[in-house]
């Protein structure tokens, strides 16, 4: 039997939540700037928006499948190696991409590397590590707060990306921002390993039942089946506007840098929309503030692609989707800690992100199909509009409260 170790006196909870952002930061922005180099990738190498859209989708299939296994190896053995080598995997990915000659291995480093690699070092982990070391009351708060964190390292990456292509060229881009990764292994040293336990976090919560049983009851949660079928809208929509609306916005005329620039208005105004759905979600139903999200992206995208593109349209649409963005993850992931409790939190909120990455997956990988086959991405625009009007029905019957068999397993214990 593992004996815990005591938590070293510089690991406070400040320090643990202001690296957690930072590995956040670093792990959203490379990610959210994929889509500036399909143009760039496509025509050196010949091929089609299909090969780079099916190596995105590839990217978030994997990302999601590899959320419950990062999320069951943190459970077990702390955030702190899942986020290391994650990272590891995720630097090697993107320095890799410009010597992939072949479509095998720009789905091998674009893909799986660096979907294996975010499986680990992104905000899946965070969440589980945060939900964990802080009291119930702070959670949707940190949450939040990591949330925004990706969302300022979008802001950053976008231009800074752009900046790197037209002074260096892609391949020297892709290989700056993989060296950035390096920094995560240093970050990820603040959070307990296997053998540690931290003298500030508040008793893991939730019903003493083995891994198996506590996913077979998630399943068995009627509000838990929904909850991740609208996160699945989620990833659909975020996965095909990050990779797609910069060529996108190319093809109807607007110049490539203004296109960086929607992404990284996305990224800042996402700082406020998620630390906002953070501290609401810790006040208010997080179901509703969910239905209000999906709700409002599907007529804001509707009104975009139903008005003339202009600079003004361009930037308005990015700052009202970016108040939208990753504000589905606090209501979200702080659902799944009030159904299930924390004990098997990793695991839970990595089925969910799975659904969120399957979305990722027909998102993308259907934008870059349907514009080859018709020259245009408006079928894949308004099957988004349709979808976000699903997510908004589908939260509403959401309960609130802890399932039924945990309470009663805990009344029990």
Same mark, same amino acid.
């Given at each position: 039997?593992?004996?815990?170790?005591?938590?070293?006196?510089?690991?406070?909870?400040?320090?643990?939540?202001?690296?957690?952002?930072?590995?956040?930061?670093?792990?959203?922005?490379?990610?959210?700037?994929?889509?500036?180099?399909?143009?760039?990738?496509?025509?050196?190498?010949?091929?089609?928006?299909?090969?780079?859209?099916?190596?995105?989708?590839?990217?978030?299939?994997?990302?999601?499948?590899?959320?419950?296994?990062?999320?069951?190896?943190?459970?077990?053995?702390?955030?702190?190696?899942?986020?290391?080598?994650?990272?590891?995997?995720?630097?090697?990915?993107?320095?890799?991409?410009?010597?992939?000659?072949?479509?095998?291995?720009?789905?091998?480093?674009?893909?799986?590397?660096?979907?294996?690699?975010?499986?680990?070092?992104?905000?899946?982990?965070?969440?589980?590590?945060?939900?964990?070391?802080?009291?119930?009351?702070?959670?949707?708060?940190?949450?939040?707060?990591?949330?925004?964190?990706?969302?300022?390292?979008?802001?950053?990456?976008?231009?800074?990306?752009?900046?790197?292509?037209?002074?260096?060229?892609?391949?020297?881009?892709?290989?700056?921002?993989?060296?950035?990764?390096?920094?995560?292994?240093?970050?990820?040293?603040?959070?307990?390993?296997?053998?540690?336990?931290?003298?500030?976090?508040?008793?893991?919560?939730?019903?003493?039942?083995?891994?198996?049983?506590?996913?077979?009851?998630?399943?068995?949660?009627?509000?838990?089946?929904?909850?991740?079928?609208?996160?699945?809208?989620?990833?659909?929509?975020?996965?095909?506007?990050?990779?797609?609306?910069?060529?996108?916005?190319?093809?109807?005329?607007?110049?490539?840098?203004?296109?960086?620039?929607?992404?990284?208005?996305?990224?800042?105004?996402? %700082?406020?929309?998620?630390?906002?759905?953070?501290?609401?979600?810790?006040?208010?139903?997080?179901?509703?503030?969910?239905?209000?999200?999906?709700?409002?992206?599907?007529?804001?995208?509707?009104?975009?692609?139903?008005?003339?593109?202009?600079?003004?349209?361009?930037?308005?649409?990015?700052?009202?989707?970016?108040?939208?963005?990753?504000?589905?993850?606090?209501?979200?992931?702080?659902? %799944?800690?009030?159904?299930?409790?924390?004990?098997?939190?990793?695991?839970?909120?990595?089925?969910?992100?799975?659904?969120?990455?399957?979305?990722?997956?027909?998102?993308?990988?259907?934008?870059?199909?349907?514009?080859?086959?018709?020259?245009?991405?408006?079928?894949?625009?308004?099957?988004?509009?349709?979808?976000?009007?699903?997510?908004?029905?589908?939260?509403?019957?959401?309960?609130?409260?802890?399932?039924?068999?945990?309470?009663?397993?805990?009344?029990?214990?």
């Amino acid at each position: 039997m593992t004996t815990a170790s005591p938590a070293p006196s510089w690991r406070t909870p400040a320090l643990v939540v202001v690296c957690g952002c930072l590995i956040s930061m670093l792990a959203f922005g490379p990610r959210s700037s994929m889509g500036l180099f399909i143009g760039p990738l496509s025509e050196t190498n010949g091929w089609g928006r299909d090969v780079f859209a099916l190596a995105m989708a590839i990217q978030n299939l994997l990302w999601g499948l590899g959320g419950p296994f990062a999320g069951a190896l943190t459970d077990r053995y702390g955030p702190a190696p899942v986020i290391a080598g994650g990272g590891l995997l995720y630097a090697a990915g993107l320095a890799l991409m410009p010597y992939a000659e072949t479509h095998a291995g720009l789905y091998l480093t674009a893909g799986v590397m660096v979907g294996l690699g975010l499986a680990g070092a992104s905000f899946g982990t965070i969440i589980a590590g945060f939900t964990r070391l802080l009291p119930p009351e702070k959670r949707t708060w940190s949450i939040g707060i990591a949330t925004a964190a990706g969302s300022m390292g979008q802001f950053l990456f976008a231009p800074l990306g752009q900046a790197f292509i037209a002074g260096f060229g892609w391949q020297t881009a892709l290989m700056l921002m993989g060296g950035s990764m390096l920094l995560v292994p240093v970050l990820a040293g603040v959070f307990p390993g296997a053998k540690e336990s931290n003298a500030t976090a508040p008793a893991v919560t939730g019903a003493n039942i083995g891994f198996a049983a506590a996913v077979r009851q998630a399943f068995q949660h009627r509000s838990y089946v929904l909850l991740i079928s609208g996160f699945f809208v989620c990833g659909f929509q975020l996965a095909f506007i990050t990779t797609h609306l910069p060529p996108y916005l190319v093809g109807a005329g607007i110049s490539p840098s203004l296109a960086a620039w929607a992404l990284a208005l996305i990224g800042l105004f996402n %700082v406020v929309g998620s630390y906002a759905s953070g501290v609401l979600a810790g006040k208010m139903s997080k179901r509703y503030l969910l239905c209000a999200n999906y709700f409002l992206r599907g007529v804001s995208t509707a009104a975009f692609i139903l008005l003339p593109i202009s600079p003004a349209t361009v930037l308005i649409y990015a700052a009202m989707m970016g108040l939208l963005w990753l504000s589905t993850v606090p209501p979200t992931s702080g659902l %799944v800690a009030l159904m299930f409790g924390t004990r098997y939190m990793g695991t839970l909120y990595g089925f969910a992100f799975f659904s969120h990455q399957v979305g990722g997956f027909l998102g993308v990988w259907l934008g870059g199909v349907l514009y080859e086959r018709t020259g245009s991405y408006d079928m894949v625009w308004w099957l988004g509009v349709a979808l976000a009007m699903f997510a908004t029905i589908v939260h509403w019957p959401i309960s609130e409260k802890p399932a039924p068999s945990l309470a009663a397993a805990e009344a029990k214990a």
